[in-house]
DNA sequence: CCCGAAAACCGAAACGTTTTGGAAAACCTT
DNA sequence: AAGGTTTTCCAAAACGTTTCGGTTTTCGGG
């Protein structure tokens, strides 16, 4: 590996001159400058990123802590298409991108902070965590650690946030059962540690309450935000309340697992019931009844934290939160209550 | 920050001491070590990565350059399973990360083998190469980087290989057809500079040769992987040898594609066309009809992939080849030849 | 109490950069 | 030719670790 002190040697000149010149600091003349270059280029030199790290106290990288990266989290693109945006936005602002893991026994000895501080990245992007993860709260009050978390409300000097309008995607999906003559809906939600979940939940009841509709906490199913959740959420439905005639689901992936109830008891939707989802994955376009659902954009998402963070780490002044629309997406999982 | 300096201070003992305390050495006392162990948990005391990596050389960290990487990869999540996968175990063996892109205009300037010369990655991860990528040659043989390549054949002391056996693959696919009594059989591949395409050719000209059935090259049509390729490759099938009775495909997304031309022309697979795609992507199992297809398991390949570069980064003594077998998953996209 | 060996500790150099605070050289101006 | 600018260069310190080659301390045995 050529340094620069080879360079140097090479070039006649004191390390200083060639860390100005390669740097492009106005004070060396531009006849050197041209020389060291091509004496740079002819070496093959290539800066050691490690040793300038350490001086600046800056490395250019940027966490991203996914707590979706596993086996399962491949059937919905969600994590990915996130990550894509993350990417594509850090390599335009020439930043790297480094991929932060959490398994649950490495959870215990290493919070999230500390492995920050250890790789010494400039700050991190948040994703998929709960609402009461500890280090969570670690990182949010104890630390100024540059940060931006997604799908997690929480701001502050150092701590930004990107979201869609959870509330308003909800009230949206259940406007179109409504408007489609159903008044009988349940809801298929996530969990209660994630904060979309509460705000899905709180559409879908500003929803039924514009609509004069009665809320009935008998009629919302938790399905974790898991296929086999849907399931047995749907089973529960049409075993207990026989009179539901549509879904609103939190996400897509559940209403798969729903789709599948259905047909285990011999139902068809949109028949039986109706159902609109959440998220639009890639699967919902092509399943059978394709989904009608509330599509949010994930890659945008990721593209507009790394903005947000980037952004805080440069120093601008910018609004530490930003709030993505939602879109409904009309398919076929959905349709006019008959009779 | 606190450093290696302040717990000496605080400790009163040197700097040496501290390092080789927290570093588990033999030549310190055990109760200093357990001083020294609790005055550092006490002051929040991270070890510097940056800073030992200086010294060591070694970051634990590996390269991962997958160039599906972007928004359109997100259909399909062949490169986020591999990611998983590779994350999964790197995880496990206690390293970390980072996501190299290199969009177009990047590429340009820097190559891989100096992204990962300045960034000090201890190996590297790459997916997604075309057969003739000038930095793939670079990396293979002007340099010594150690480095593992998925779904490219290339070997040698400091690059590894992991695949699937693509050419048994195509066999499998090819014989199901020929099995379900179809003779004139056409494929959509991929594109000429992709290992896999190549071999899943030859496996489709093996499959035809061991039943007897002629060649024709005609009936190859490249859909570069895209699902409008796939689109286009149907339509001319359709036009030009409309004799044709089955389609094997070098990948699901080009089915999807596919089964759109069919139906715009107003046919239907099974009935009027068989086809078995490749990958088993999740769409696959969803779609209507649900796909026939060889399903590869893109985690695994990462999880091998990982653990094979690891294995040659601590110098054990591996084979540089992994091969894994796939598997053909019969669902409702073929059929028996009708008539 | 002394000696030798083992155990415990330490100073300084090294890793490859950037940056600070000047110093030398070159160029004007009169 | 002297003085003042401006341009160009440089030596040394600093970043936070690890590691090499010792030195000091402790301990057991005679």
Same mark, same amino acid.
């Given at each position: 590996? /050529?340094?620069?002190?080879?360079?140097?040697?090479?070039?006649?000149?004191?390390?200083?001159?060639?860390? @100005?010149?390669?740097?492009?600091?106005?004070?060396?003349?531009?006849?050197?400058?041209? +020389?060291?270059?091509?004496?740079?280029?002819?070496?093959?030199? !290539?800066? &050691?990123?490690?040793?300038?790290?350490?001086?600046?106290?800056?490395?250019? /990288?940027? #966490?991203?802590?996914?707590?979706?990266?596993? +086996?399962?989290?491949?059937?919905?693109?969600?994590?990915?298409? /996130?990550?894509?945006?993350? &990417?594509?936005?850090?390599?335009?602002?020439?930043?790297?991108?480094?991929?932060?893991?959490?398994?649950?026994?490495?959870?215990?000895?290493?919070?999230?902070?500390?492995?920050?501080?250890?790789?010494?990245?400039? #700050?991190?992007?948040?994703?998929?965590? +709960?609402?009461?993860?500890?280090?969570?709260?670690?990182?949010?009050?104890?630390?100024?650690?540059?940060?931006?978390?997604?799908?997690?409300?929480?701001?502050?000097?150092?701590?930004?946030?990107?979201?869609?309008?959870?509330?308003? %995607?909800?009230? /949206?999906?259940? &406007?179109?059962?409504?408007?489609?003559?159903? @008044? !009988?809906?349940?809801?298929?939600?996530?969990?209660?540690?994630?904060?979309?979940?509460?705000?899905?939940?709180?559409?879908? @009841?500003?929803?039924?309450?514009?609509?004069?509709?009665?809320?009935?906490?008998?009629?919302?199913?938790?399905? %974790?935000?898991?296929?086999?959740? %849907?399931?047995?959420?749907?089973?529960?439905?049409?075993?207990?309340?026989?009179?539901?005639?549509?879904?609103?689901?939190?996400?897509?992936?559940?209403?798969?697992?729903?789709? @599948?109830?259905?047909? =285990?008891?011999?139902?068809?939707?949109?028949?039986?019931?109706?159902?609109?989802?959440?998220?639009?994955?890639?699967?919902?376009?092509?399943?059978?009844?394709?989904?009608?659902?509330? !599509?949010?954009?994930?890659?945008?998402? #990721?593209?507009?934290?790394?903005?947000?963070?980037?952004?805080?780490?440069?120093? =601008?002044?910018?609004?530490?939160?930003?709030?993505?629309?939602?879109?409904?997406?009309?398919?076929?999982?959905?349709?006019?209550?008959? #009779?």
């Amino acid at each position: 590996m /050529t340094t620069i002190k080879d360079l140097a040697k090479a070039a006649g000149v004191s390390i200083t001159t060639i860390s @100005r010149a390669l740097n492009g600091y106005s004070d060396v003349n531009e006849k050197t400058r041209k +020389r060291i270059q091509s004496i740079a280029d002819q070496m093959g030199y !290539r800066p &050691n990123a490690v040793a300038r790290s350490l001086v600046t106290k800056k490395t250019r /990288t940027i #966490g991203v802590i996914l707590s979706e990266i596993n +086996r399962e989290g491949a059937k919905d693109s969600l994590a990915f298409e /996130t990550l894509c945006g993350i &990417n594509d936005r850090a390599v335009e602002l020439d930043y790297d991108i480094l991929l932060f893991s959490t398994n649950p026994k490495k959870q215990l000895s290493k919070s999230y902070a500390d492995l920050c501080k250890e790789r010494n990245v400039d #700050g991190a992007i948040l994703s998929g965590l +709960r609402l009461h993860d500890p280090y969570l709260e670690e990182v949010v009050h104890k630390t100024n650690f540059p940060c931006v978390l997604i799908d997690i409300p929480a701001e502050n000097r150092s701590v930004g946030h990107v979201t869609t309008d959870n509330i308003r %995607g909800a009230v /949206t999906a259940v &406007n179109h059962l409504i408007g489609l003559g159903h @008044r !009988r809906i349940a809801m298929i939600n996530g969990h209660d540690e994630a904060a979309v979940s509460r705000d899905r939940l709180e559409g879908y @009841r500003q929803a039924l309450e514009a609509a004069g509709i009665p809320f009935d906490p008998q009629l919302i199913y938790n399905g %974790g935000f898991k296929e086999e959740g %849907g399931f047995e959420a749907m089973y529960g439905i049409l075993y207990q309340h026989p009179d539901v005639t549509a879904v609103f689901s939190a996400s897509d992936l559940m209403v798969l697992g729903a789709l @599948r109830a259905l047909e =285990r008891l011999g139902h068809k939707a949109p028949e039986r019931m109706s159902i609109v989802g959440y998220d639009d994955i890639a699967i919902a376009a092509h399943c059978s009844p394709p989904l009608t659902t509330i !599509r949010q954009d994930r890659y945008e998402m #990721g593209y507009q934290a790394a903005q947000l963070l980037v952004d805080m780490l440069e120093s =601008r002044e910018v609004g530490r939160k930003i709030t993505l629309q939602s879109e409904l997406i009309v398919r076929h999982s959905t349709a006019p209550l008959s #009779g």
